[in-house]
């Protein structure tokens, strides 16, 4: 998957992801959990939309990402916003070496475009490790309703005078995949025309009961497991899944 023209058009196409409600959504469970949270790590990253949100709100934040590109527009928004981050080009199925935190957070369904069961298994006993006692890990999955009721087989698009997109989504390899094919139209300035960037990313998702089961497994305690932002039990229509768990 490459993100090298994709990572300029990742704010486009999230222009309208509820980014300030992700915080709070942090910060109540913080506040619910009795949990210190000096020390963040923002893993899955991307542009740092989240991680200067929360800098800003007064965390000691630390993001990661796979992509370069991707962490270069995150360093170029956090010197824009005048908060100081450091940030660090890894894998999340393969996190290393980056000390201890008091929060972990995987948001925007990021988790989601790991591949393989054992890569999501591999990320959270890295994460377990990477966690002070008692420090939470946070993290939203879509829902299986989600990838086979609102993404199979649709059409989503967007038609603006700088960028406009189609954004295809088909069934995966793998039960509860989605592959979204987006195809982005971009304004050249100088010629007046449109550049064109097409792009294919890859999502899978698993059961609740699965994904608590490898938490349990990697040494967490689930605190609560919500959907949407409520803090309220998932329905069978619910569509982004939370998950908060605390070291054991």
């Not at 990661?64 to 824009?80: F, G, P, R, T, Y």
Request: aromatic letters at 14%.
């Amino acid at each position: 998957m490459s993100y090298e023209q994709f990572a300029y058009l990742y704010d486009e196409l999230m222009k309208d992801a509820p980014y300030d409600q992700w915080v709070e959504f942090v910060k109540n469970i913080l506040v619910k959990y009795d949990v210190h949270a000096a020390k963040l790590l923002d893993l899955a990253c991307g542009t740092g939309e989240l991680s200067v949100r929360f800098a800003k709100q007064g965390f000691d934040v630390t993001g990661i990402d796979l992509s370069e590109d991707m962490l270069a527009v995150a360093q170029a928004k956090a010197e824009a916003n005048s908060v100081k981050i450091p940030f660090f080009q890894q894998n999340m199925a393969n996190l290393e070496g980056q000390g201890q935190f008091n929060v972990i957070g995987i948001f925007c369904d990021s988790l989601n475009y790991l591949q393989t069961e054992d890569e999501v298994k591999t990320t959270f006993s890295n994460v377990h490790q990477h966690l002070r006692t008692n420090g939470v890990f946070i993290f939203d999955v879509h829902s299986i309703f989600k990838m086979t009721d609102v993404f199979l087989n649709q059409t989503f698009a967007l038609n603006e005078e700088e960028v406009s997109y189609i954004w295809n989504s088909f069934p995966g390899e793998h039960p509860n995949s989605v592959e979204h094919e987006l195809s982005f139209f971009v304004l050249d300035e100088r010629t007046g025309k449109y550049d064109r960037i097409d792009e294919l990313h890859f999502q899978r998702t698993y059961p609740i009961n699965q994904y608590a089961h490898w938490l349990d497994a990697a040494g967490f305690e689930i605190l609560e497991i919500s959907a949407d932002f409520e803090h309220l039990e998932p329905a069978p229509t619910s569509e982004r899944i939370f998950f908060v768990a605390k070291k054991k």
